[in-house]
Nanobody, 123 residues
Framework: VQLQAFGGGLVQAGGYLRLSCVVS????????IGWFRQAPGKEREFVAA???????YYADSVKERFTIPRDNYKNTLYLEKDSLEPEDTAVYYC??????????????????WGKGTQVTVSS
């Protein structure tokens, strides 16, 4: 199983972010997929996830600021956000899980992880 994240880099505050996560080696349609992030000096935290049927769940801290569409034909998950802030600087990890309820996603109950992509927002 591989989860490969793309799209990180240096972005100015106020700019737009679009990350992609291409998944292979599992039945994409059967898994919930999502994103975590880890800011410098902080623990990895849940951002958002989308179920196999399209139901979404967002962390309270990011609700209505990120969107998380998935393309089941391309086995790809996206993370999109306008108006980036320096506080969004982090390593972003995509994740896949086959059984955990979206509202209970945490770093302790994920089946598969990607390696992460760095996003740095300059002020």
């Amino acid at each position: 199983v591989q989860l490969q994240a793309f799209g990180g880099g240096l972005v100015q505050a106020g700019g737009y972010l679009r990350l992609s996560c291409v998944v292979s080696g599992l039945s994409f349609d059967d898994y919930a997929i999502g994103w975590f992030r880890q800011a410098p000096g902080k623990e990895r935290e849940f951002v958002a996830a989308i179920g196999s049927g399209g139901t979404t769940y967002y962390a309270d801290s990011v609700k209505e600021r990120f969107t998380i569409p998935r393309d089941n034909y391309k086995n790809t998950l996206y993370l999109e956000k306008d108006s980036l802030e320096p506080e969004d600087t982090a390593v972003y990890y995509c994740a896949a899980d086959g059984s955990t309820r979206l509202s209970t996603w945490s770093t302790k109950n994920i089946d598969y992880w990607g390696k992460g992509t760095q996003v740095t927002v300059s002020s």
